[in-house]
């Protein structure tokens, strides 16, 4: 069955130190990438998403995701964070082609930035 | 805002009982799609509906079911409620079956 793994479960940044939080999936087909943002008391945001193509991923907001296939990874990357980044961060992966567009997530990554 | 919106936010209810969860989808998207995220379990996908018809099943109780209208709405169904079915329910939409979901507000479910 396909999984996904986010190993950081919190991290805790000052402003402007740079971010990277992991994402791994277990799948060994074509899949579609997904990163959500989920601020507190809100609902789930798209960061950005890769289904083909440039395996560097520009989202919303000054994030980017790197696709790295041979190492099943997905890691999320922002250059410089912001208090307003404060938030938890999912990874979801959908199996291209497969049977249902059903998204399956990691377990999430609470982040605190400090100002 | 993502455009998907849902009803209620919140909801308080007893064990035993049923509730009824219901999500308007974004404009112009055909495919509803329901989440639970608890603390133990996390998000886990419950079911899909495409343009009125179940696409596929998750990890959806018995106790749980669910339909999406002629208008594209969609209802949760959850009955015979027991304390661990408290936790957030999300909806989500898309436009077509295999799209970028894109999720509601959740529906907050507390059960005494």
Redesign the interface.
Known sequence: AQSVSQHNHHVILSEAASLELGCNYSYGGTVNL?W?VQYPG?????LL?YFSGDPLVKGIKGFEAEFIKSKFSFNLRKPSVQWSDTAEY?C?VNVYGG??????????TLLAVQP | D?G?TQTPKHLITATGQRVTLRCSPRSGDL?V?W?QQSLDQ????LI?YYNGEE??K?NILERFSAQQFPDLHSELNLSSLELGDSALY?C?S?EG??????????TRLTVL
């Open positions: 997904f959500y809100q609902h789930l945001q798209l998403k999912f979801a049977a249902t567009n059903k998204l399956i997530f990691g377990t999430g | 993502s998907v495919s799609y989440y996390g998000l886990q996908f899909q696409r596929a998750g999300f989500a898309s079956a295999w799209d970028t979901q894109y999720f509601g507000p959740g």
